[in-house]
């Protein structure tokens, strides 16, 4: 029987966390949708949602310090709540991963093209045609050594990091500095600072993929925990920095046109810097994109296997014998982008199908965030660690607050279908439960 290969470092481990929280992704796409909900307040919800998401990160530190397993969060809940609570954990991690996925892979497309228009070649559905090719690449790519894959990721995501933090730096060189933006917005209010933080929460998401490769990392108990907190720290510290910048750069007074641009490093980077760094920020925001959508697809291939393991597909519970990967796992979840961006893609803009497709992401990830924090309060609370079990408690209960923002006030249409979406899929779970019953009696747990 073939098994999982333990060659990766914690540093290698990081990497991958990184790569799916994707932050040059995040700076360049997600920014926006915060500003439509918090306003200028943008920053402030960002560093607000990263102390919330600290709090969950700590949950999850505290499982993986005992638990190495591809199912990540839904082992860590079949080890406190059961096996049934566990699969509905796993299995509203798979759509969060799913739906990631294909809001990277469409955003493959979307930045390339903008890049691709400042130089004469345009055309409305080329973003589709270059987020198809971004799949296949995944695919391609995924099917490989889980070392090489996160090679390619460090490399990707270092120099689209460092380009956007030096537009950072010199935009906050030239405007005056002000305070606003870490205060709530006088227009929007608590709640729309609440709101906010569903965009951070999506900007931060996957901090925890780390997890997923806990059984190919060498010494798990000790790399996964540090990769988890020094992506989440490095990711936080990011988003506050290039936020601020890019409130700043658009002036306090515009935060509307921030909030509407699809691509406001294009923009702050041809009016500060140049036209040409606009352009290679939009190739490396792309590419940063791929980045994504790789780790992501790593993190969806392996909770499918290990659900897989579980009866819902044995045929996912099997690895490739020539790289140690579960291939197949891979190549379905490849398969089913490519035919949601051919199903749905023709029909829309690139970020209308991004956005979409990261709040149903978002929201699911939420609850599955939110179970691991009871999880492991009440572990705490059966061995009397009180402070951990406060550290659960407090996570998940931050996290309510962006939950309850993100459905009243009710947002505008389509935005009323996506928690319906992830109501119907988690009833999806509850029915397999219900009429697959074996999938309860299989623990997704690794000693």
């Known amino acids: 029987m073939t098994t999982f290969r333990p060659t990766l470092s914690a540093f290698q481990a990081f990497v991958l966390s990184l790569a799916i929280i994707a932050p040059t992704l995040a700076m360049a796409f997600n920014v926006p949708l915060a500003a439509q909900a918090a306003g200028q307040a943008a920053p402030l919800a960002f560093l607000v949602g990263g102390a919330a998401m600290a709090l969950i990160g700590l949950s999850f530190v505290a499982f993986s310090r005992r638990i190495a397993s591809a199912g990540s969060a839904a082992a860590y809940v079949s080890a406190v709540l059961g096996d049934r609570l566990g699969f509905l954990a796993g299995w509203g991690l798979l759509l969060a991963y799913l739906a990631f996925l294909a809001s990277?892979?469409?955003?493959?497309?979307?930045?390339?093209?903008?890049?691709?228009?400042?130089?004469?070649?345009?055309?409305?559905?080329?973003?589709?045609?270059?987020?198809?090719?971004?799949?296949?690449?995944?695919?391609?790519?995924?099917?490989?050594?889980?070392?090489?894959?996160?090679?390619?990721?460090?490399?990707?995501?270092a120099l689209a990091v460092l380009a956007i933090v030096a537009l950072a730096v010199v935009i906050l060189a030239q405007v005056p500095l002000d305070t606003a933006p870490l205060r709530p917005d006088p227009e929007r209010g608590l709640s729309g600072l609440g709101y906010g933080m569903v965009f951070a929460v999506l900007s931060l998401a996957g901090f925890e993929g780390a997890a997923t490769v806990a059984e190919e990392t060498r010494d798990p108990h000790r790399a996964i925990p540090v990769a988890i907190l020094g992506s989440l720290a490095v990711a936080t510290l990011l988003y506050g920095l290039v936020s601020y910048a890019q409130v700043l750069g658009y002036g306090l007074d515009r935060t509307a046109e921030l909030a509407r641009d699809p691509a406001p490093l294009d923009t702050l980077a041809i009016r500060y810097v140049?036209?040409?760094?606009?352009?290679?920020?939009?190739?490396?925001?792309?590419?940063?994109?791929?980045?994504?959508?790789?780790?992501?697809?790593?993190?969806?291939?392996?909770?499918?296997?290990?659900?897989?393991?579980?009866?819902?597909?044995?045929?996912?519970?099997?690895?490739?014998?020539?790289?140690?990967?579960?291939?197949?796992?891979?190549?379905?979840?490849?398969?089913?982008?490519?035919?949601?961006?051919?199903?749905?893609?023709?029909?829309?803009?690139?970020?209308?199908?991004?956005?979409?497709?990261?709040?149903?992401?978002?929201?699911?990830?939420?609850?599955?965030?939110?179970?691991?924090?009871?999880?492991?309060?009440?572990?705490?609370?059966?061995?009397?660690?009180?402070?951990?079990?406060?550290?659960?408690?407090?996570?998940?209960?931050?996290?309510?607050?962006?939950?309850?923002?993100?459905?009243?006030?009710?947002?505008?249409?389509?935005?009323?279908?996506?928690?319906?979406?992830?109501?119907?899929?988690?009833?999806?779970?509850?029915?397999?439960?219900?009429?697959?019953?074996?999938?309860?009696?299989?623990?997704?747990?690794?000693?």
Request: proline share 5%; with cysteine.
């Open 104 to 157: 990277a892979t469409a955003l493959v497309g979307g930045f390339l093209s903008v890049a691709l228009a400042h130089l004469g070649l345009d055309h409305p559905r080329l973003w589709l045609v270059l987020a198809f090719l971004g799949g296949l690449g995944v695919i391609g790519l995924g099917g490989r050594e889980i070392r090489l894959a996160t090679t390619v990721l460090l490399v990707i995501e």
């Open 274 to 447: 140049s036209r040409g760094y606009g352009i290679f920020l939009d190739v490396a925001a792309g590419i940063s994109s791929l980045a994504c959508a790789l780790g992501t697809a790593a993190a969806a291939a392996r909770v499918l296997y290990a659900l897989g393991s579980r009866g819902i597909g044995t045929t996912f519970a099997r690895l490739d014998p020539a790289h140690g990967v579960p291939a197949r796992a891979l190549r379905f979840v490849g398969g089913l982008t490519l035919a949601v961006l051919v199903g749905f893609g023709a029909w829309t803009s690139p970020r209308a199908f991004s956005e979409a497709f990261a709040t149903v992401a978002t929201l699911a990830l939420i609850l599955v965030y939110m179970g691991v924090g009871l999880a492991q309060a009440v572990f705490a609370a059966r061995t009397k660690a009180w402070g951990w079990c406060v550290i659960g408690l407090s996570g998940s209960l931050m996290l309510a607050w962006p939950l309850f923002n993100s459905l009243y006030p009710l947002p505008g249409w389509p935005g009323p279908l996506w928690p319906l979406v992830v109501l119907a899929w988690m009833a999806m779970g509850v029915a397999l439960l219900r009429f697959h019953p074996a999938l309860a009696r299989k623990s997704l747990r690794r000693p």
